[in-house]
């Protein structure tokens, strides 16, 4: 394990691992770029590495330190996620608080504030107080997907680090060198940029049956059988928000994927380029059953959920909108 286990932005690592080497680390960093670019992952990484026991310039997933940040129990790294649609009050409060306090364990403490973009402007001033003074021993990293939602003020003491997500045909190729098959590694190369998990640590199989269940979703749907299950099914898992909404992205993440696969079919129905190549049969039968207007018309319904996603919308909301889609007649808009 190590930094060369992460895709893509490779001058990204070749920083990163400068910093680590002149043991001149940043006290404020922002990784910016789009959700699916494992911004995470890599701050998690550094989080390591600064940490690690063993290795100096790396990390190697095997001490305790590296084994504890990994099960988030390591109390000198910690993430934060916003309390609600923003950060409050009381979050940024501690956080300033606990600048002071010196790391237990670890090299030093590292923060990664996720989703940094979402604060309002009193948060944002009390977080400008610790990243204008921050203690020695304290590292911060501010993730966002949206640069521009973080004031001036902070972007301007912060090094800004700009991330490309990986290109699917890179994690294919991953897949394969790991020992992946062709027509497995092709199908986990979308799931896997869907789920923003590394190649190493996600579980293949786990990804492909929650393929296969969506899948099962995506049949009700087009044949417009059994929706009411599917209603029941995702009104039970929004009891839960924080699961619902990753399930959600997921769910309507693949719609999309399979709609583009059923539109591959209308037009050339012998297509091999299509990603769920393994599902051909059942596509094929499906994409019978539906017009390229409504494909189309379903596809950019479903993008525009994602927007109505980041608006914070009520689950209820999605969940009715996302099957009006399938279950109106409409085509228009296209
Ligand atoms: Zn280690």
Request: glycine residues 2%; aromatic residues 8%.
């Amino acid at each position: 394990m190590g930094f060369d286990n992460l895709l893509s932005n490779s001058k990204i690592k070749k920083r990163l691992l400068s910093y680590l080497k002149s043991e001149r680390i940043p006290h404020s960093l922002i990784f910016s770029g789009p959700s699916s670019a494992n911004t995470y992952s890599f701050a998690i990484s550094f989080a390591k590495a600064i940490n690690c026991l063993d290795e100096k310039e790396d990390f190697c997933d095997k001490c305790k330190h590296c084994i504890e940040i990994n099960k988030e129990i390591f109390p000198d790294v910690k993430t934060v996620y916003p309390d609600g649609a923003y950060y409050s009050k009381k979050q940024i409060k501690e956080l300033v608080s606990d600048n002071a306090i010196k790391p237990m364990k670890g090299e030093k403490k590292v923060y990664i504030i996720t989703d940094s973009h979402l604060m309002n402007e009193a948060t944002s001033n009390s977080l400008l107080k610790v990243i204008e003074e921050p203690a020695q021993f304290n590292v911060f990293i501010l993730l966002t997907s949206n640069i521009n939602g973080l004031l001036p003020t902070i972007t301007s003491r912060c090094q800004n680090i700009k991330f490309t997500p990986p290109l699917k045909i890179e994690i294919e190729r991953q897949l394969i060198a790991n020992g992946q098959e062709q027509e497995k590694a092709r199908v986990l190369s979308y799931l896997i940029n869907v789920n923003m998990e590394t190649i190493l640590s996600s579980n293949h199989n786990e990804l492909l049956e929650k393929r296969s269940n969506i899948f099962l979703v995506f049949e009700k749907l087009i044949r417009k059988k059994d929706i009411a299950d599917v209603l029941l099914d995702l009104t039970h898992r929004s009891r839960s928000r924080e699961k619902f909404i990753r399930y959600f992205i997921e769910l309507v993440n693949l719609m999309i994927i399979l709609l583009r696969d059923l539109m591959v079919l209308k037009i050339d129905t012998d297509s091999e380029t299509i990603i769920n190549i393994d599902y051909k049969k059942n596509l094929k039968d499906l994409s019978k059953l539906i017009t390229i207007n409504k494909t189309l018309f379903l596809i950019k319904q479903m993008e525009l959920l994602f927007r109505d996603i980041s608006r914070n919308l009520n689950s209820k909301v999605l969940i009715l909108e996302f099957i009006k889609n399938f279950t109106s007649q409409e085509e228009r808009n296209v």
